[in-house]
Structure formats: structure tokens, C-alpha cells
């Protein structure tokens, strides 16, 4: 069975689901704010700096819809979980969190998405204060 793309730079068809090429972990190549890299820099979010290193974070989507994502602040790596879903006819992934992540349960982020192969994913989105957000992903080859 194959499918048409229809994400902004995929190519035409694939022989495999969108939700099978999304299944896996994945690891951050390059981090994008307002088309500056921030791969392993500071991020300000919320009116607060926080430093980042998505060189050594990743996410991870499994197929009964849970996703798991490592990020590594200054000193410490931090793990969030929640529940993943296709929405706006899987143009976007939107991100649930649990109880005990941070945002606190039921906040979700929604993701566009603007490239998914099965060796590149690429997410956009768009924060409260008007800033693009670009990731651009690999298969995490450390597991």
C-alpha cells in the first residue's frame, strides 16, 4: 500500500503510513528560532531563558499513540510523556502531556508537519510570542 505526501518537502509517494514513518525515536539534528540555530543554545520561552541542548534530547512516538521526549537543560535531563495524535487531516501532530509533566496535564502542543520520511522529520511550530519554531529530526541511532 502506498500514499500520496502532501507535506511541504516530502516526495510524492510512500510505501509506508504516515503513523509508521512517525513511529520511532527520534533525535534533534538542528533547532531553528526565528531561522537562527539554537541546536545548543538559549531559548526564550515564556519571557524566560532557558538553555537547551537538543544535540543530546530526543523524542520518541510509539504506534499505540504515547510519545516520550528527553530534554537536556543546562545540568539535568528531564522526561515528559503524554499521548501523540495526527490532526488537521495528519498535517500535524498534537502532543497531550501527562499529569506529570511540565506544562501540568491536558496542555498540548500542536506541531505542523513539514517533512516525514523514514530517516527525516521535520516539525514547525508557532509559541504564544510569535516565534517560529523549527525541528528537523533523525532516527535516534543510540538506543
Not at 100 to 117: D, F, H, M
Amino acid at each position: 500500500m502506498f500514499s500520496a505526501c502532501k507535506y511541504e518537502d516530502n516526495p510524492f509517494i510512500s510505501f509506508r503510513t504516515k503513523k509508521a514513518r512517525l513511529v520511532n525515536s527520534w533525535q534533534y539534528e538542528l533547532v531553528l528560532r526565528n531561522g537562527l540555530d539554537v541546536t545548543t543554545g538559549r531559548v526564550v520561552d515564556s519571557d524566560q531563558e532557558v538553555t537547551i541542548d537538543y544535540s543530546l534530547s530526543s523524542i520518541g512516538f510509539d504506534d499505540q499513540g504515547r510519545f516520550a521526549t528527553w530534554i537536556h537543560f543546562v545540568d539535568t535531563l528531564r522526561q515528559y510523556d503524554g499521548d501523540w495524535e495526527f490532526s488537521d487531516d495528519k498535517e500535524e501532530v498534537k502532543l497531550t502531556y501527562d499529569a506529570s509533566a511540565v506544562p501540568p496535564t491536558g496542555n498540548s502542543e500542536t506541531w505542523k508537519i513539514t517533512r516525514l520520511q523514514e530517516r527525516h522529520l521535520w516539525l514547525e511550530e508557532q509559541t504564544p510570542e510569535g516565534n517560529n519554531i523549527q525541528y528537523r529530526l533523525v532516527p535516534n541511532i543510540s538506543q
